[in-house]
């Protein structure tokens, strides 16, 4: 009946032909669509997950699997070769647009749906797949629908199965909004025209704007107003029954989607039965809850940033702020100001960084915290930043800015801005405790709460130097400046310049000995620039005219660098030890033995400081040995979108991870960020 209504509409309107409204149909296609296989040579007996990409114009919008009220679902009509079969379509999680009191499931934004085609086993390697669907379907604006169709096509090859890593990319991005299995029933009961539904669903997990989408038909009245109330683990949704629905009614089970905000769901399953009343308050579309784990995720951000200053990554950084700290006891300074210019710089950086970093996810790809030190091309400039500071420590130049920033530094605001900065984007790839839960919830969190975890970081990074410089008290415990202060300063060149070497490592393994090459001869290159203007300074000339060249071409050396070829394995420094796959942990579970999983890049300091220290040592290595434990060693210097994937399963952002699989659990034990031998030792041991 639907159905007929809506070609009865469509016909009417073109009889009718009336100019105003022929002048407010633009022409058509009204979607945009696109057909995408996941991987252009799927193998033989497997499966390939088939993308129908559709984007809106502007005031239009295609419906859901349930269109609600009013509209209809798209009827697909494949044509594909022999033994090649289609699944159903698998749908995103749909928006609300209520019309004239009908509620509407529809997408007035870009969405994917996914279909999976079955491939037959002993199909020829090379032979060609042309693949089709003819689709019909609806489109409608707030006045008016067209009913359009269209026929799309896409071409496979049988082959490996292999999925390039941009359109494996492309994907995740679309996955992550299609609904996750929930893995537990729910239960509705219909008495007195009131439906009630309730969802076992963690107290301890965000759920934002709940909302049940149902796909069965005639149950809920879908213009009714929804109520949910969270009651311990589980969510009560209540709204009116569908006109005539029997108390007993469909009899059977039912299925939809759990809207939990944010473009998140849960594909849900739910069987008749007694739903009891819920004894907590509504919790007004959850809003509390998101809000409440975005708090602690800030204080743990926050907790997360005081402590990194004491871990061993940032140690070279730190002295970045000690000639800052010393000359903040001048009685003639601004240490308010300092600090504040301090902490400024270090928040904008790490906003700078989770602003980019969720824009990256949104648009596909598989990153998590510290993604910028993945390319070579930010190592090497960092090389060049580093460098330059040690040097100007160690006395070889003077830096002579423009006239705006000398009166900035005057004040003692703009380098300590600028100390923050590069502080907090050198110091942030470190994970400390409390930061990777942190982390892990920003990104799920709304984007706004995510932006204020980072903002927590920040915070916490810049925290010690806020209390130096509003507590006089403490302030008065450090020395006065005089004239050690230039020893200091030569001293403090030292630890830059050991960074400067660890940061040349890092390129080698990024990039490769070719690359690394470049690097150095990059640093020559810019120590010859800066050591001819240290020389022209101190004869009163022209200091920066004649050296920029050799400054510049040092720069430009960034274009030279690409990443090094995968070597097909990372090299373990622990005997016995494995490349980290899904498939090999899978395998080792099956043979009933322990696994020792870890998760490090070349990047980490606080992974190699737990490694050097703790894993790789005599006594941890004879333990792993004895207690016949498997070690399965996961390398994220270059952002292994699989392993990022894995990663963030357990609910991290980035590295370390140590991961304990005893015998026969189905769930690991994740271990704390730092490590003792103790630990490993009696985990080995069985204790």
């Known amino acids: 009946m639907r159905a007929f209504c809506f070609g009865l509409m469509a016909l009417l309107l073109a009889l009718m032909g009336a100019p105003a409204t022929a002048q407010e149909i633009e022409p058509g296609p009204h979607v945009l669509l696109q057909l995408v296989p996941e991987s252009d040579t799927p193998a033989p007996d497997s499966e390939v997950t088939v993308a129908l990409a559709g984007a809106p114009k502007p005031r239009w919008h295609a419906y859901w699997l349930n269109p609600g009220d009013a509209g209809l679902s798209t009827k697909a009509e494949w044509t594909l070769p022999k033994g090649v079969t ?32 079955k491939i037959p086993a002993g199909i020829a390697p090379g032979t060609v797949l ?17 009913p359009e169709n269209a026929t799309l096509t896409a071409s496979m090859t049988v082959g490996d199965g292999a999925v390039a890593p941009e359109r494996r990319a492309q994907f995740d991005g679309w996955r992550a909004a299609i609904p996750k299995p929930l893995g537990s029933d729910a239960t509705y009961q219909v008495s007195g025209g009131g439906f009630r539904l309730s969802v076992p669903f963690p107290e301890s997990a965000a ?41 007993e009614f469909p009899g059977g089970p039912i299925e939809g989607v759990l809207g939990v905000g944010m473009g998140r769901g849960f594909a849900i399953r739910a069987v008749p039965g007694t739903v009891a009343a819920a004894v907590t308050a509504p919790v007004l579309a959850q809003t509390q809850g ?70 990256l996810r949104a648009g596909g790809a598989s990153l998590g915290w510290a993604f910028q030190l993945q390319d070579p091309k930010v190592i090497l400039l960092l090389l060049l930043v580093v460098t330059g500071i040690a040097l100007n420590l160690a ?62 970081l920040g915070l916490g990074i810049a925290l010690p ?52 090459t470049v690097g150095l001869g990059a640093a020559l290159l810019l120590a010859l620039g800066l050591w001819w203007a240290g020389i022209r300074q101190m004869k009163g000339k022209a200091a920066w005219l004649l050296p920029l060249p050799l400054i510049l071409l040092s720069v430009a050396a960034v274009a030279l660098i690409k990443p090094a070829p995968a070597a097909g394995g990372v090299q373990q420094a622990l005997a016995g030890a494995e490349p980290f796959s899904e498939k090999r942990l899978a395998e080792l579970q099956a043979e009933g033995r322990p696994v020792f999983a ?46 990022g994937r894995f990663i963030e399963k357990h609910n991290r952002a980035g590295v370390p991870l140590y991961l304990w699989y005893k015998p026969g659990a189905a ?13 490993l030792t009696d985990l080995a041991a069985g204790k």
């Open 86 to 117: 289609a699944g159903e379509f698998s749908y995103p999680v749909p928006q609300r647009l209520l019309i004239g009191g009908l509620m509407n499931y529809v997408y007035e934004k870009p969405y994917t749906r996914f279909v999976t085609l």
């Open 130 to 146: 042309p693949i089709s669907v003819k689709l019909d379907y609806l489109v409608c604006t707030n006045e008016m629908c067209v």
């Open 207 to 247: 759920a934002d704007d709940v909302y049940f989408y149902p796909i069965t038909d005639k149950v809920v009245d879908y213009s009714a107003p929804q109520s949910t109330v969270r009651d311990g683990d589980r969510l009560v949704i209540a709204t009116k029954a569908k006109d005539g629905t029997a108390p």
């Open 290 to 359: 998101v809000w409440w784990t975005a708090l602690l995720a800030f204080g743990g951000a926050v907790l997360g940033g005081v402590l990194l200053n004491i871990m061993p990554c940032v140690f070279p950084i730190l002295s970045l702020k000690a000639l800052s700290l010393a000359k903040a006891n001048d009685g003639e300074g601004h240490p308010r100001a300092e600090a504040l210019a301090y902490a400024a710089g270090v928040v904008l950086v790490c906003l700078a960084l989770g602003g980019t970093l969720l824009a």
């Open 395 to 456: 006395g070889l130049f003077e830096v002579m800015t423009p006239g705006f920033i000398n009166r900035m530094a005057g004040q003692g605001t703009g380098g300590a801005f600028m100390t923050g900065a590069l502080a907090a984007f050198i110091a942030t790839p470190c994970t400390g405790p409390f930061m990777a839960t942190a982390l892990g919830a920003a990104l799920v969190l709304p984007t706004p709460a995510a932006m204020a975890v980072f903002g927590g």
């Open 465 to 516: 130097f806020l209390l130096l410089g509003f507590v006089p008290a403490l302030r008065r415990r450090l020395p006065r400046p005089g004239a050690w202060m230039e020893t200091f300063r030569r001293i403090l060149s030292v630890p830059m310049f050991l960074t400067a070497i660890a940061l040349a490592w890092v390129l080698g393994q990024e990039a490769g000995v070719n690359g690394m």
């Open 598 to 643: 870890y998760f490090t890049a070349d990047w980490c300091l606080t992974c190699k400081v737990n490694e050097k220290g703790v894993i790789e040592t005599e006594a941890v290595a004879k333990a792993l040995a004895d207690g016949k434990v498997a070690v399965l060693v996961g390398d994220w210097t270059d952002g292994d979108p699989a392993l």
């Open 667 to 679: 769930e690991p034990q994740v271990l704390p960020q730092i490590l003792t031998q103790g630990m």
